[in-house]
Structure formats: C-alpha cells, structure tokens
C-alpha cells in the first residue's frame, strides 16, 4: 500500500496543459514601433518586462520580467531571441501553431544588417503573440 504523501500529483485539466493565468494584452504592432522610436529605445525595455511578465503569469513558464527586463539592459541581443523562442513555446503549449522560435531572432541579428531585419521579427514575433492571446479571450 503507497503512502498518499508519494502519491502522484493529478494529472493537470485540459489534456495534460497547465491551468492558465490571467491573459496579457494585444498591443498594436505599429503603435509599439512608433513607441520604441519615439522613446529612443526605452519603450523596448518596457515592452520585454511586460510581454515576458504575463508569460509567466499565464503558463508558470519562462523567464519572467525582472529578468528580461535585466537582460535587455545588459545583454540586449539575446532577448529577441528569448522573446520569439517563448512565444513559440507558448503557443506549442496550448496545441497551437508555434508561428515563431528562437530561430526567428535571426530576423533582428544579423538580420539587421538588412535594415528592415528587426522590423520583421518584431512583427512576425509580436503578431503571434497578439494572436495567441486573442485565442485566449484577450481583446484589442
């Protein structure tokens, strides 16, 4: 006879997916863009925080804000990267379409050097996301 203190936890609802948190919002691609522009930068930082901030919430997985947010001062190259690969792992996690991974990243460097690189990964990263939380119940 097994102890119930050993015993496996429940298998979790919906086919083997975490319970869901709160869901994040959608934030307009080109509003974003003209943010970042218009803040030099800064709202970027912002954006990692909040964006990887209600990941966390949501799934109980990835990093989190503080540290997004710590690497994008620091080391700011590996958050698209980071970005695009939990994205991607979120949307695999639900039984969706990933749309994008870490490979995506490749848009903003060396992607960059192309002028419209990181343009492209912003909005191929950020429209699956907004994508993924209107699955959700999420609302413009």
């Not at 919002?25 to 970027?44: D, E, H, N, P, Q």
């Not at 700011?76 to 949307?91: A, F, K, M, T």
């Not at 039984?95 to 992607?111: A, E, M, R």
Request: hydrophobic share 40%.
């Amino acid at each position: 006879m097994s102890d119930p203190q050993y015993a496996a936890p429940p298998p979790p609802p919906y086919g083997g997916v975490p319970t869901a948190g709160p869901v994040g919002k959608i934030r307009s691609t080109g509003v974003c863009i003209l943010l970042f522009i218009v803040t030099f930068g800064i709202y970027g930082w912002f954006y990692y925080f909040k964006t990887h901030d209600e990941m966390k919430q949501h799934s109980g997985q990835g990093i989190g804000g503080a540290i997004a947010l710590i690497l994008a001062i620091f080391v700011g190259i590996v958050n698209p990267y980071l970005l695009s690969s939990e994205v991607g792992n979120l949307r695999k996690l639900r039984g969706q379409d990933p749309k994008v991974s870490g490979i995506t990243g490749l848009w903003y460097f060396p992607g960059m050097f192309i002028i419209v690189g990181p343009i492209i990964w912003f909005v191929k990263t950020n429209g699956a996301l907004n994508e993924y939380w209107e699955s959700q119940g999420a609302t413009a």
